[in-house]
């Protein structure tokens, strides 16, 4: 049973323009959730995180959001540039802030940013 | 420090051989992590060490995978009699236990392809 579903594959987006790349969870246990980005023959690189005591963090052109009573989150990029074309892994932990354990991740979201 | 270093990159073996990864840690990082990610699919949690103690291991991690930590420092993963299955990255990463947060850097990955 998949805990972190990313349900959309792939996503293009026009240079210049938002990207939204959805997360859904289904345990209720998990209380801190990250988002990763991978590009190819690299591993994952830690992009930003949340805590389930927030809704929403932001770093640059990066914000993500977290609704708890629909076990979501996005991940919003404004603007999108064509080096953000990669693939995206939401991931959650559980255990005050995720310290007590692993990280479960999505099967990914693949962003191409097109010029 | 140069990040999460692993070794080999590339493996190329034949059914039946044993094979072992390194990975060396960002040194102060306490906790190291395996995962192995196959195509189309997200990091898949194996096991992690918090020093040198091996705190949980994935139903994934069958008898014939054994990871170690012998000094709490760098970490070995070795699968014995290799299966066509085990074709896969294998990825490393490690963290630095903190209260409310848990941030994983992954390493670079190893490849490894069973014939």
């Known amino acids: 049973d998949q805990q972190v579903k990313q349900n959309s594959p792939s996503l293009s987006v026009q240079e210049g323009r938002i990207s939204i790349l959805n997360c859904d969870y289904t345990n209720s246990m998990f209380d801190y959730f990250l988002w990763y980005k991978k590009y190819p023959a690299e591993g994952p690189t830690f992009l930003i995180s949340i805590s389930s005591i927030k809704d929403k963090n932001e770093d640059g052109r990066f914000t993500v959001f977290l609704n708890k009573s629909a076990k979501h989150l996005s991940l919003h990029i404004v603007p999108s540039q064509p080096g953000d074309s990669a693939v995206y892994f939401c991931?959650?932990?559980?255990?005050?802030?995720?310290?007590?354990?692993?990280?479960?991740f999505g099967k990914g979201t693949k962003l191409s940013v097109k010029p | 420090d140069t990040g999460v270093s692993q070794d080999p990159r590339h493996k190329i073996t034949k059914r039946g051989q044993n094979v072992t990864f390194r990975c060396d840690p960002i040194?102060?990082?306490?906790?190291l992590y395996w995962y192995r990610q196959t195509l189309g699919q997200g990091p898949e949690f194996l096991t992690y060490f918090q020093n040198e103690a091996q705190l949980e291991k994935s139903r994934l991690l069958s008898d014939r995978f054994s990871a170690e930590r012998p000094k709490g420092s760098f970490s070995t993963l070795e699968i014995q009699r290799t299966e066509q299955g085990d074709s896969a990255m294998y990825l490393c990463?490690?963290?630095?236990?903190?209260?409310?947060?848990?941030?994983?850097?992954f390493g670079a990955g190893s490849r490894l392809t069973v014939l």
């Open positions: 991931a959650a932990s559980a255990g005050y802030g995720g310290s007590q354990g692993n990280l479960i």
């Open positions: 040194s102060e990082h306490n906790r």
């Open positions: 990463a490690s963290s630095l236990r903190l209260p409310g947060a848990n941030v994983l850097t």
